[in-house]
């Protein structure tokens, strides 16, 4: 594809997730209050359970999804990949080969020097693109994995559509997302709509519906709704306690904007506004 005609076609939503997850009060954040392996929502035991502990908990659930035993040189595509914690972990234990795809250079980086030290570059590739156009053949990928991603996306259809193309027939699409429940009202989540400068989340419904166009199965929705909340206030008390230890690197405007837009993420949570959990769906053969 032209670069004239893929930037034309990249959506204002991408551009500013990019400015976004690029700039270094984002990439310290992630890094330190995060650990810099995982950027999402995790399944918690008990409500002080360490965020990276519940972070690892939601990719073995979802892996758990997934054939058991793809043959050697079965590819996996992580589409919002962020550091590339979850591909670590797969490769570890499953035979597919990964490619991350993500739009932050910076989180790409990082990324790469990961999978270096660890001596998993041969297994996982990671490619700077944006899922609303992916930059592979179609039917490259056995299954398409997402966490958290889809979110940012100013045209989810379009992701769907991408994933579609790619996912070789038979092939699965595991992914979690921050979702609105159908019946919600708009004026309830508009802090959190401005937070992701967008004016609607997906939701379950609508993904059921893209999915019913193109022919796929669905494989399940495991509603883990209460996580979110769970998450969203211990990312909030985490990053509160440590903040006068943080000495530099992340500026008081990004924490108290931080902090205050986990605190919507808490409220709509409590509020019942809000869904995530972990999505299954299979292309038709
Ligand atoms: C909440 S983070 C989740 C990261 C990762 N999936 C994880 O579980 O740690 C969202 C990620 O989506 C990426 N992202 C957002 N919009 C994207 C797009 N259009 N194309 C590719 N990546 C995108 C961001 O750069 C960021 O890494």
Known sequence: MSEERKSMQTSDAVNRAREYYNSSDAD????????????????????????????????????ALLPENPERGGRLLDIGAGYGGSARRIVKTRAYDITCLNLSEIQNERNRRRNQEEGLEDRIEVIDGDFENLPFEAGSFDAVWCQDSILHSGNRRRVFEEVDRVLKPGGHFVFTDIMQTPEVDAAALADVYKRIHLDSLGSVEEYNRYAESLGWSVGGFADHSQQLTTHYLRVHDELAGKRSTLDGGISDAYIDNMLQGLQH????????SLRWGILHYIKGE
């Open 28 to 63: 310290n954040f992630y890094a330190r209050i995060w650990g810099g392996e995982d950027i999402h929502i995790g399944l918690y035991d008990s409500p002080d359970c360490p965020i990276g502990e519940a972070g690892v908990k939601t990719v073995e659930a979802m892996l």
């Open 265 to 272: 993420w808490v409220g709509a949570g409590q509020a019942g």
